[in-house]
């Protein structure tokens, strides 16, 4: 094998095709593209895949951590925990709805919010938390829930987590919220979309209005009912977070190969996991039985005290190499519109920081074949 590769193998890449292609021509010939029946039935299946009662499909995840915040009512003057390391719109929900986040730092091991810090962190202006299951492995929800007051709500941030369990509890099930992300990058896709899980039958009322702008009755009921001059209430302020029939129909033939995808990403990690151990300025990311990962990515720390190089030159030889990588993710609370606002320190969060600077996501995808790792694991060898 040689030290070049005729292509870059990307960082992410999403697996569709002839399903996702036939999928389309449903809606595309019936006519029906906004909200409707393909989206329901992704919602049924989505929903008993992660055992939860309701779900409701939404644009995005974003979206969808908003509809919880909403749902439960959060507004100025109120608190929500986040975890520092994660992706900027878990943050920026909570701003949405004129309320504070407070971020909490995360374990250098799993990268998930540091349960310990949390306690010093609650107000009683906290009103709710967002645990982030980053990059597919679940927070440690009931040690997090042991930590909080009973009046706290929980939203799972569970972009990376679907299909993944804590427990043998499904993600999306543990909290009074899940919100779910189908960005390409993540583990099934539809384009852009989300999907919010709940058990609590008067939080899927509530956020089921809001998704639709806040009308008492959905389009569809309005549309299949039978008295056509009936129009919905509004009497709350909602939104347009309504998934489109398209994507509904890709989501569907996408949830169909999520446990292939789960498999084969499975096998990768751990083979990644066994393959670079011998690497002493590599740290793995942490894996453990009760939680059952996803693995939407698998991301490595750099020690730069013993690496011959630093993290970013790293990264630069592995591009030259034809291998694409990317930092895992931002500490949120050291961008600049939250160090403008809230007055966040970097101090504050050492390990978010660290992890910012160190942290590197090697390729793992449904499209990647076993040339691909062994050429992967060859070049970051001979680093
Ligand atoms: C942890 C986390 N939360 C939220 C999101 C936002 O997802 P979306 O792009 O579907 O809004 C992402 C996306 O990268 C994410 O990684």
Redesign the pocket.
């Known amino acids: 094998m040689s030290n070049t590769k005729d292509r870059t193998i990307q960082i992410s890449e999403p697996v569709t095709g002839k399903e996702e292609l036939d999928a389309l021509s449903v809606p595309l010939e019936t006519g029906w593209l906004t909200q409707g029946p393909k989206v329901k039935e992704f919602e049924y299946e989505f929903a008993n895949k992660h055992s939860t009662k309701y779900a409701f499909a939404t644009t995005?995840?974003?979206?969808?951590?908003h509809l919880a915040l909403s749902s439960i009512g959060i507004r100025p003057g109120d608190e929500v925990i986040v975890p520092a390391f994660?992706?900027v719109?878990?943050a920026n929900v909570v701003v949405y709805c004129g309320a504070k986040p407070v971020f909490v730092d995360v374990r250098a091991d799993t990268y998930n919010i540091d349960v310990e810090k949390i306690k010093d962190n609650i107000s009683f202006k906290t009103k709710a938390i967002i645990p982030?299951?980053?990059f597919g492995l679940c927070a440690d929800m009931d040690e997090i829930k042991s930590s909080l007051p009973r009046n706290v709500k929980v939203i799972e941030?569970a972009?990376?987590a679907v299909g993944a369990s804590y427990k043998s509890r499904m993600s999306g099930s543990l909290g009074d919220f899940g919100?779910f992300?189908?960005?390409p990058?993540?583990i099934i896709t539809t384009g852009?979309?989300?999907m919010l899980t709940t058990n609590d039958i008067n939080l899927a009322e509530k956020a089921e209005i809001l998704r639709n702008h806040g009308a008492s009755i959905s389009e569809e009921k309005r549309h299949l009912g039978a008295k056509p001059y009936l129009l919905p209430d509004f009497d709350v302020l909602g939104y347009n977070y309504r998934m489109t029939d398209l994507q509904g129909a890709v989501g569907l033939a996408q949830l169909n190969k999520l446990d292939n995808f789960l498999t084969e990403r499975k096998k990768w990690a751990r083979w990644y996991l066994d393959e670079i151990s011998d690497i002493p300025w590599i740290k793995l990311p942490h894996f453990s039985q009760e939680f059952d990962h996803s693995w939407?990515a698998f991301v490595v720390v750099i020690n730069e005290d013993n690496s011959p190089l630093s993290r970013n030159e790293i990264m630069e030889k592995l591009l030259e190499a034809g291998i694409s990588t990317r930092p895992g993710?931002h500490a949120v609370s050291n961008l600049g519109y939250y160090r403008e606002k809230f007055s966040t320190k970097k101090s504050d969060f050492p390990v978010a920081t660290m992890l910012e600077n160190c942290s590197l996501a090697l390729p793992l995808h449904n499209k990647m074949e076993a040339e691909d790792f062994e050429y992967i694991s060859k070049i970051i060898h001979s680093i």
Do not use: I, N, P, Y
């Open positions: 995005s995840c974003t979206t969808s951590l994660t992706w719109s878990t982030v299951h980053l941030d972009a990376c919100a992300s189908f960005h990058r993540k852009e979309g989300g939407q993710t």
